[in-house]
């Protein structure tokens, strides 16, 4: 994620600005930070104060790169674990997911709590991977 952490960070920063303020979109209830990486998670930022989710995202980093795929979908099903039905998670990743044997277990829990997953990938192709 090395040359797209920032614009990543920026984009997240955007979508939880979105949802700050007098003319925010939506409300959410609680935000939730999960990042994964490559060979971990981290630990995840759990909070309705808009500081600690802004700051959080922030101070997210990438570490050593050129190590994908990513534990993509630990990181949304860690995020899915605690969040509320009907909520919507983004995601933000420049490689495949390492972790794909968990794709149909994810995707069988998005829609059984009706979770709207949003997506944005910076990377190389996808294609044939």
Same mark, same amino acid.
């Given at each position: 994620m090395g040359p797209y952490i920032e614009l990543a960070k920026q984009m997240a920063i955007l979508v939880a600005?979105?949802? /700050?303020?007098?003319?925010?979109?939506?409300?959410?209830?609680?935000?939730?930070l999960s990042p994964f990486n490559d060979p971990t /998670?981290?630990?995840?930022?759990?909070?309705?104060?808009s500081s600690v989710r802004i700051n959080a995202i922030s101070a997210l980093t990438a570490s050593g790169g050129g190590d994908a795929p990513k534990l993509y979908y630990h990181g949304v099903n860690a995020a899915m674990s605690i969040c509320e039905r009907d909520s919507s998670i983004y995601t933000f990743t420049d490689a495949s997911a390492k972790d794909e044997y968990l794709r149909n277990q994810v995707f069988s829990r998005v829609l059984k709590l009706s979770i709207r997953v949003y997506s944005f990938y910076a990377g190389a192709s996808l294609v044939g991977r």
């Amino acid at each position: 994620m090395g040359p797209y952490i920032e614009l990543a960070k920026q984009m997240a920063i955007l979508v939880a600005e979105s949802s /700050t303020g007098d003319a925010a979109s939506f409300y959410p209830s609680t935000y939730i930070l999960s990042p994964f990486n490559d060979p971990t /998670t981290d630990p995840l930022t759990v909070t309705n104060d808009s500081s600690v989710r802004i700051n959080a995202i922030s101070a997210l980093t990438a570490s050593g790169g050129g190590d994908a795929p990513k534990l993509y979908y630990h990181g949304v099903n860690a995020a899915m674990s605690i969040c509320e039905r009907d909520s919507s998670i983004y995601t933000f990743t420049d490689a495949s997911a390492k972790d794909e044997y968990l794709r149909n277990q994810v995707f069988s829990r998005v829609l059984k709590l009706s979770i709207r997953v949003y997506s944005f990938y910076a990377g190389a192709s996808l294609v044939g991977r």
